[in-house]
């Protein structure tokens, strides 16, 4: 979808897709996983996959500059061809659902657990579509600055929970260092490589040429990039001096586990429910930006407006599906979860960068 002129964007809120996407597809997710594999150590997983992830922050931000008319379907299908373009599009759209499907059921179950444990998960799931079908009305630029503001609002948030925490941490709980196995520790920096992929890619939902100040956008990239993997480290850092070791695999969400501590002045106290909105507005963000993937893939006929609606119950009634309760929820969680990033959104874009990169040399 092309935007108009007065639809156009500026590189600061486009570069904060990264935020809000980062902090949905990782908490209560990727740093479970990672969690569960490295205890204490994810904090030297996570540096070294910041580290790792420049390669893909390079490629994507080499795809924006190098691309300038397109997004990433259109480039697709102008690099290899109607057929394997849309072949390669339906593939990355199948990843863009998994992770719709693990998000939707993540946030009704965090919602069921932590604020209404008499409430169906199934109504929970209602609550949260409602608002994503009339959101995916809405152009990508009033989709990014509703992202912003959910961005701003997150922040705050965040800032607030470690002023209120910082008095709860103890040095002491991040020893000991390097106990988890060489594999175990790879495995989770691999984690966060693959699944930082999300973000990036995220970013690809339209072309430069759309972005008004396009100018200052390699420099608001890396700037973002760099603040939110510095942010989501402090929020890990934090929730290890909190909790120590022996608690980091037990809990399902132990970064809300450990705004349970919150305590400011000793008179603004269990405001961590509050805190957690976070949570709603970080995954609301990143779902809104993956309807408008799907929505974009999908046929242009005048029932276009519908597809929302179509995405919404076809979520609803898959999660039901597949996930029966939370025990195979956290199964495929940690058994296929990253394997899916992989193979249906790392692996395509690097047949994107490739094949940008062959096509350009051969013109030069």
Known sequence: MVEKDSEKIYSFGYSFI???ATLSIFIGKGSYIMFSLTQNDTIIAIILGFILSFITFYIVRYIINKNETNNIYELNENLFGSFLGKALNIIMAIGFYIISLVILYNMADFFN???LPETSVDYLKILVLLPLIYLSTKNLSTLIKTNQVFSIVSFIFIVFGFLGTFQELNITNIEPLFLSSKTSI????LTYF???AVPLVMLLVTSKKNIKDSDRLNGNLLKVF???NVIFGLIILATILILGREYLSIFRFPEHISLKQFSLFNILERIENILALQYYFNCVGLLSFLYYFLINIMPKTRFRRYYSVLIALSQFIITNVIFKNTITFIEM?????V???LIFIFIPLIATYCRLLVKRKNIT
């Open 333 to 337: 969680l940690k058994g296929y979860f």
């Open 186 to 189: 790879i495995k989770s920096i």
């Open 18 to 20: 990264m935020f809000t």
């Open 226 to 228: 760099i603040f939110t």
């Open 339 to 341: 394997y899916s990033v």
């Open 194 to 196: 693959i699944l930082f």
């Open 113 to 115: 657990t932590e604020y």
